[in-house]
């Protein structure tokens, strides 16, 4: 796991041909806005979390954030540790701190 700033997620992901962006955030959060191609995964219901998890590639490269980086650090630390997901990045600031493009819906 590894918390990258902003401008190094963007960097790195633009390089990354396989990857996944989970949005850990809750619905209501990300009704507000969201980074494009990004799926939501509520990281605050644990056992949806896990299964919805588990049903993804975990050969990808998983880029997790949240608001404020928090939740997506710890969800990074439960795909290393419960899901066998060895490379999972956190947005660090979060959704709060992103600079790039945002889709809202």
């Keep these: 796991m590894a918390d990258l700033t902003p401008n190094e997620w963007q960097k790195q992901l633009l390089k990354d041909t396989n990857a996944i962006i989970v949005d850990v ?20 219901e644990p056992q949806s979390f896990l299964d919805q998890i588990n049903q993804l590639d975990k050969t990808k490269n998983f880029y997790m954030y949240c ?24 947005l660090s600031g979060g959704f709060a701190s992103w600079t790039g493009k945002v889709s809202v819906n």
């Design 25 to 44: 955030r809750t619905t209501d959060e990300v009704a507000e806005g969201a980074i494009p191609n990004a799926i939501n995964i509520d990281v605050k």
């Design 67 to 90: 608001q404020s980086g928090a939740r997506s650090a710890q969800a990074c630390a439960v795909l290393n540790l419960m899901c066998n997901v060895p490379n999972a990045y956190s």
